[in-house]
Nanobody, 128 residues
Framework: QRQLVESGGGLVQTGESLRLTCAVTGYTLAESAIGWFRQAPGKEREGVACISADALYTNTVNSVKGRFDISKDSAKNTIFLQMNSLKPEDTGVYYC?????????????????????WGQGTQVTVSS
């Protein structure tokens, strides 16, 4: 069964940290890029971070640069999003998506349409 399952969300205060996990089954991470996207109420889903199939390329959106870091453990088929210095504007449902079109050292974060399958999401709420 192919699926992506996010976990690790929660309610934190400004300045605190969370680590999100995306557990992937039925796919080979060495052949696929993974992206983390988030969606706040009333807003479109936006890219946050991504990691390429070979893990040599990562990208983060400007609003989280220096605070968020994406990594993966291919042996465990798991992707992590470490989020530090959280702000209220980071609040939203965080989704991981998998891009099955193969590109070794690239991943896009400009559009969720470039990813093919998604998890159910995990809620992150940052209070001020």
């Amino acid at each position: 069964q192919r699926q992506l399952v996010e976990s690790g969300g929660g309610l934190v205060q400004t300045g605190e940290s969370l680590r999100l996990t995306c557990a992937v089954t039925g796919y080979t991470l060495a052949e696929s890029a993974i992206g983390w996207f988030r969606q706040a109420p009333g807003k479109e889903r936006e890219g946050v971070a991504c990691i390429s199939a070979d893990a040599l390329y990562t990208n983060t959106v400007n609003s989280v640069k220096g605070r968020f870091d994406i990594s993966k453990d291919s042996a465990k088929n798991t992707i992590f999003l470490q989020m530090n210095s959280l702000k209220p504007e980071d609040t939203g449902v965080y989704y991981c998506g998998i891009r099955t079109v193969y590109s070794a050292t690239y991943c896009p974060i400009n559009s969720p349409d470039l990813y093919d399958y998604w998890g159910q999401g995990t809620q992150v709420t940052v209070s001020s």
